[in-house]
């Protein structure tokens, strides 16, 4: 066993600070400083990054629950450079106008407060397509790109879907003006194939599957991401703990992630630098909600016990809270010595604590139920402002 990493981690329940991590390593965030680049991972990254270097306007990236798309795609983006503008929808539950001011927001076009308040604030969707449009004609002469992910993508209304692939159709000198990832569970695939989703499905120019991990990959990847949070000499998982990990996840990151988090924390309790197969049970038996039973002191199993053994009498004292309860407690025990009857009837007795009066809650505060009145929809030339003024700015800074 390898001491904590200082004195005073020893008395912080905190695994990070035991084991002298910089950062919690299995976070199931998608933070792309921790992707791994497993075989499938590595084919899925060079297969997007070549699509979105080749300019394609619609690319599909499908996997289960867990298995790393968003952290793919954010470092996929991540890798292209500054002088690319991404959008990263995560909200599959609205319609058009709400994703294209979403989009308009990430690209930095408006504030989110612009959004609530500003000029575009009650815009409709061909207003926003307008400014939209506008600012990604601005790109083309500064050698920028445009890329909208939308996460979750199953999830998507065939409506929001068939405005997806109108946005994709922006074009200028010969170019597409904006690029489209979908990322979405395989049940994905299923919905493209309908006969709504006939003409979104003819321009998906490229279809990246993601796999789970194999075992030598799990064992690989939790090496990996100790090695990022700063513990790849402080803490290890065993051979067989990484086995094991790899066969209750299935290989899918997000679940490996949570497994080694608890595993993590058990072994922390145990003050161990090695964890093993018992860590990794007793992690995914937390997980579950299974929890050992607590055993009765003073009650011993009945099976542990004869059958003609006498039984004992266990004596429940009274709380001694109060002088009542202790001169009911001396009384008590000189009925017990004077007579074995005035015993059976007093062990009979319970002794119940008085309930004490709840102080009153306060009155909740008044409600400012004052709703704004409507206001007055943009006008093209305060649409153009906007367009303008995004223009320039990225033409000057950029």
């Given at each position: ?393 990225y033409v000057q800074y950029r």
């Open positions: 066993m390898q001491p904590p990493a200082t004195l005073k981690a020893l008395a912080d329940p905190i695994y990070e600070a035991f084991y002298g991590l910089r950062e919690q390593p299995f976070s199931i965030s998608t933070d792309p400083r921790f992707l791994f680049l497993s075989a499938p991972h590595r084919r899925a990254y060079e297969d997007l990054r070549t699509g979105l270097l080749r300019g394609e306007s619609l690319l599909l990236l499908t996997g289960e629950t867990g298995s790393g798309k968003t952290t793919l795609v954010r470092g996929v983006v991540e890798g292209l450079g500054d002088n690319t503008f991404s959008s990263f929808i995560h909200q599959p539950y609205m319609n058009g106008r709400e994703m294209l001011r979403l989009v308009l927001r990430d690209f930095g076009l408006v504030s989110r407060d612009e959004l609530r308040r500003g000029l575009l604030a009650d815009a409709d969707a061909p207003q926003l397509l307008d400014a939209l449009e506008g600012f990604l004609r601005s790109l083309v002469p500064i050698e920028s790109r445009a890329v909208v992910v939308m996460d979750e993508a199953q999830s998507l209304p065939p409506a929001l879907l068939d405005e997806i692939r109108m946005l994709t159709a922006f074009e200028r000198d010969g170019q597409r003006l904006i690029q489209v990832v979908l990322c979405g569970q395989p049940m994905l695939l299923n919905t493209l194939k309908t006969e709504p989703m006939y003409a979104l499905n003819e321009r998906i120019t490229r279809r990246v599957a993601l796999t789970p991990l194999s075992p030598d990959e799990v064992d690989a990847y939790i090496r990996h991401r100790l090695a990022i949070a700063g513990g790849a000499e402080a803490v290890t998982f065993r051979r067989d703990a990484t086995k094991l990990i790899a066969e209750l996840s299935r290989g899918l990151p997000r679940r490996v992630n949570v497994l080694c988090d608890r595993a993590l924390q058990e072994g922390r309790i145990d003050g161990a630098m090695s964890l093993g197969t018992d860590h990794v049970k007793r992690a995914a038996k937390s997980l579950a909600g299974v929890h050992p039973a607590e055993p009765v002191v003073g009650r011993p199993a009945a099976a542990d016990a004869p059958a003609d053994a006498p039984r004992k009498v266990s004596i429940k004292w009274p709380a001694l809270g109060s002088r009542a309860a202790m001169i009911a407690a001396g009384v008590a025990i000189i009925v017990l010595l004077a007579s074995g009857a005035t015993y059976a009837w007093y062990a009979s007795q319970t002794i119940d604590a008085q309930d004490q009066e709840m102080p009153p809650l306060p009155d909740p505060p008044p409600v400012d139920l004052h709703i704004p009145g409507p206001k007055p929809m943009p006008t093209d030339a305060e649409i153009k402002e906007v367009t303008d003024r995004a223009r320039w700015y």
